[in-house]
């Protein structure tokens, strides 16, 4: 199977899955804390670590139509939250490459 690869993010404010406590995303890269995810809020960050993804598929979501992946931690496999691999209307265009990290399945530290 081989050794996992965990990566650790620098800096004071750092989100951590809440399951296994792996690093995630820094608040450094929150694009905005203004989303809905599956279990209430959720913000949008331009990067992620140590995920794992899940297969393309095209979901309905609030504003449109989308191609996401869902996004796993890697250490734990918890669901996170997804990924935007494609966004079909063009004011929507901004999110793609970006990941939705729900924050019920995060923890923050250095906070």
């Given at each position: 199977m081989g050794r996992l690869f965990i990566e650790t993010l620098s800096g004071a404010r750092i989100f951590k899955c809440k399951c296994c406590k792996v690093d995630s995303a820094?608040?450094?890269d929150i694009?905005?804390?203004e989303f809905?995810?599956?279990?209430?809020?959720?913000?949008l960050f331009r990067n992620a670590v140590?995920?794992?993804?899940?297969?393309t598929e095209e979901r309905m979501l609030f504003r449109g139509l989308h191609k996401v992946n869902d996004?796993?931690?890697s250490s734990c496999q918890q669901s996170l939250g997804w990924k935007y691999e494609k966004a079909y209307d063009e004011s929507q265009k901004y999110k793609e490459g970006m990941?939705?990290?729900?924050?019920?399945?995060?923890?923050?530290e250095g906070w």
């Open positions: 820094s608040h450094d694009v905005s804390k809905q995810g599956r279990f209430g809020r959720a913000y140590n995920i794992s993804l899940g297969p996004i796993y931690c990941f939705i990290l729900e924050k019920e399945r995060m923890l923050k």
